[in-house]
């Protein structure tokens, strides 16, 4: 039975907190019914365009697109963990297959490269699925914002040079976003220049309606417009390339290609992450406080099912975005009622609105994926991030140069090597310094941070921060001996608040670089140890070399005793 609190909302009863559904289905209040409805038609008016340029992006029929949206819209409802993530694809993800689209399998791809597309899907979403069954949605957080804003920009500029022979009606060879660059300068001559006006038309209506009409859609005026001037000016037949026919109804249930594996699984698992973190992202960005957290593992199961659904009726590769999730959100979507009223859209377009969109010229479709694009390189992103930290900016450049320079594909690689490089970086490069107090009273911080804060001569308080092990032992003895060398301490205290563990091999060095100081005259003592630092300093030689009178409860006794064994008077 359900019951009710304050508010006079359903409250799922314990029994359903574990059927993925539960947390909108089985508690689902009459009063969300209109605001999910009119969210769901609002998404799918930016939905449906993006799927198509999605498809177009990863070199594959527009319908392809369709289809992806399809199973993803319709599947992720049941078993993902957010309200409002709307789930079809991204341009991230469609220019990865893209990437192995063209380059994997050529003789394959170039047949029938919905074949390679729906084996990717297969093979992401098993990925997915078993690490959502090993619990394994952690690995996002290997990628660093500053690394995914870096990645995501490297995408953008790709997708905006690849669609360039779109734009410009030219053919060009070239696969990378260098060759292209390199091959353009020597097509510009044979631009087509009614197709060139069709995209300038097409950027320009994305671009200005927007600030005039907020409310209506652009992507979907732009495209309803557009496939009704191909008609009635006869834009075919000025040369004017169409996306061309294409299936009309509902997809069939396909068999993915198997053969080919084997061969696309490390590209594969790429995907899979990108996908899993862009979803997550998006999902975490728009949650309510009022909507059940985010469940990484849940959420990988979803996903994955989802990319499954969309390898058995004919797409690529799926994940939540987070442009239609912000139009889901603002719109007012409560549930993910609002994504199965986007699924219904997506029904009716492919049942009666095929011909429409064969209709549609390339160059439109260009424009419309050249504005996506722009969109995912964000300036104030990288301002941001270069005025609180020089060194992450620089990695964030690193990453969107390894994109645009060496591929897609291996740009997610260089994104994570990055990522874990410079996580490794900071664990082994503690921060280490010295700490002063304001007088008159038993406040400690860091030495500079207040200008009234001082030290007492031949007293030097160090503290660093996070656990101290072999890798990063080595780099906090060299800082504390440095600053030894530069204060001339007789005591020189290590606060250890900060300091959750101590690997033995760094204990052994701590023990160590006591001798080092007493050879020289200097007495080490410990401040602030756990419960646990303090139970692995009891079993150790270095409790029986300091003795109970060097180790101490907090800074306050330090000074204490600092005072009455009358070191601060010699």
């Not at 698992?269 to 998006?282: N, Q, R, Y």
Request: glycine letters at 8%; aromatic letters at 6%; charged letters at 15%.
């Amino acid at each position: 039975m359900m019951e009710n609190d304050k508010s006079g909302l359903c409250v799922r009863p314990p029994q359903l907190s574990r059927c993925p559904f539960a947390s909108w289905l089985c508690a689902y209040p009459v009063v969300w019914l209109r605001l999910d409805v009119v969210a769901g038609l609002t998404a799918a008016a930016v939905v449906i365009p993006k799927a198509l340029a999605c498809a177009v992006i990863a070199g594959l029929p527009v319908n392809a697109g369709m289809y992806t949206a399809l199973a993803a819209l319709v599947v992720y409802p049941f078993l993902g963990s957010s309200r409002v993530l709307s789930v079809s694809t991204t341009s991230t993800l469609a220019l990865m297959t893209a990437s192995v689209v063209t380059t994997s399998l050529p003789g394959v791809a170039a047949n029938n490269p919905v074949v390679v597309g729906g084996a990717l899907a297969l093979l992401v979403g098993a990925f997915l699925i078993l690490a959502g069954v090993l619990r394994l949605g952690f690995i996002a957080n290997f990628i660093s914002k500053p690394v995914l804003i870096g990645f995501q920009a490297g995408i953008g500029v790709v997708i905006a040079v690849s669609q360039l022979k779109s734009v410009l009606g030219v053919h060009l060879v070239s696969q990378t976003t260098v060759g292209i660059l390199c091959e353009l300068s020597g097509a510009l001559s044979r631009t087509h220049a009614l197709t060139l006006y069709v995209a300038f038309a097409g950027v320009a209506v994305l671009l200005v309606l927007p600030r005039v009409t907020p409310r209506l859609s652009a992507p979907l005026v732009l495209v309803t417009v557009s496939a009704l001037a191909a008609t009635w000016f006869g834009l075919e037949a000025r040369g004017v390339a169409l996306v061309g026919a294409v299936p009309r109804g509902l997809p069939l249930i396909v068999c993915p290609d198997t053969s080919m594996l084997l061969h696309l699984w490390p590209a594969a698992l790429g995907i899979a992450l990108m996908s899993f973190t862009e979803s997550v992202a998006a999902a975490r960005t728009f949650i309510r406080r009022a909507d059940p957290a985010i469940n990484p593992a849940r959420e990988l199961v979803a996903i994955g099912a989802a990319n499954l659904a969309a390898a058995f009726l004919g797409g690529f590769p799926a994940g939540g975005g987070t442009s239609q999730t912000a139009v889901n959100a603002r719109a007012g979507a409560r549930s993910q009622l609002a994504q199965l009223v986007t699924a219904g859209m997506v029904v009716v377009c492919l049942l009666f609105l095929s011909r429409g969109v064969s209709l549609l010229p390339q160059a439109t479709l260009g424009a419309l994926v050249l504005v996506v694009s722009a969109s995912m390189v964000k300036p104030a992103d990288f301002r941001a991030i270069g005025r609180v930290r020089k060194d992450e900016l620089a990695w964030a450049l690193v990453t969107t140069a390894g994109v645009v320079l060496i591929g897609t594909l291996e740009g997610i690689l260089i994104a994570v090597a990055v990522s874990v490089l410079t996580l490794a970086y900071q664990f082994v490069h503690p921060p280490v310094y010295v700490m002063a107090h304001r007088p008159g009273t038993q406040i400690f911080c860091r030495l500079g941070d207040v200008p009234d804060d001082v030290t007492d001569p031949g007293l030097l308080i160090l503290r660093t921060e996070g656990r101290i092990i072999f890798a990063n032992a080595p780099y906090i003895s060299d800082k504390m001996h440095a600053l030894v060398d530069a204060h001339a301490p007789r005591v020189v205290v290590l606060e250890c608040s900060a300091i959750p563990d101590i690997e033995y091999t760094a204990l052994v060095m701590l023990t160590e670089a006591e001798e080092r100081l007493r050879a020289r005259g200097v007495e080490l003592w410990l401040a602030s140890l756990n419960p646990d630092l303090m139970w692995m300093m009891k079993r150790s030689p270095l409790e029986n070399i300091l003795g109970s009178h060097r180790i101490f409860r907090d800074l306050s006794e330090v000074q204490a005793a600092w005072k009455s064994r009358g070191l601060a008077a010699e």
